[in-house]
């Protein structure tokens, strides 16, 4: 058994058979999916229209808002309230809404995600 032209034809009969039953099983694949019987599947139906909804903001509460938002970016930035003016207030986009699209972001997705985890 220690003769290396033994063991190299041994070796080489494997190799091939191996290769043998590939090709067997890869030749075999028609016949295999011809035998099944496939499920015969029912038309699409019709999807339903989405409507969104956004929810009102009342009045009263956007003066509250504007308030805090003005203490908050005073204490942030060290400077007196006075020294700036919010001029507008808008809902921002989910994280599924911006990632539908751009959101006004110029950066790729993971920058986007890892930008809104911070804390």
């Known amino acids: 058994m220690t003769n290396p032209w033994f063991i190299m034809l041994v070796g080489i009969l494997t190799v091939f058979a191996a290769l043998f039953l590939i090709i067997a099983f890869l030749l075999g694949f028609p016949w295999f999916f011809r035998v099944i019987k496939r499920k015969e599947h029912e038309p699409p139906t019709a999807m339903p229209q989405l409507v969104e909804v956004h929810p009102a903001v009342p009045k009263e509460d956007e003066e509250e808002l504007v308030a805090v938002l003005?203490?908050?970016?005073?204490?942030?930035r060290g400077t007196a309230p006075g020294s700036f003016?919010?001029?507008?207030i808008s809902p921002?986009?989910?994280?599924?809404?911006?990632?539908?699209?751009?959101?006004?972001?110029?950066t790729p997705v993971w920058g986007r995600i890892e930008r809104l985890s911070r804390k």
């Open 70 to 76: 003005t203490a908050a970016v005073a204490a942030v």
């Open 85 to 88: 003016a919010i001029t507008s």
């Open 92 to 106: 921002a986009q989910s994280v599924a809404a911006s990632a539908e699209s751009a959101g006004g972001f110029n």
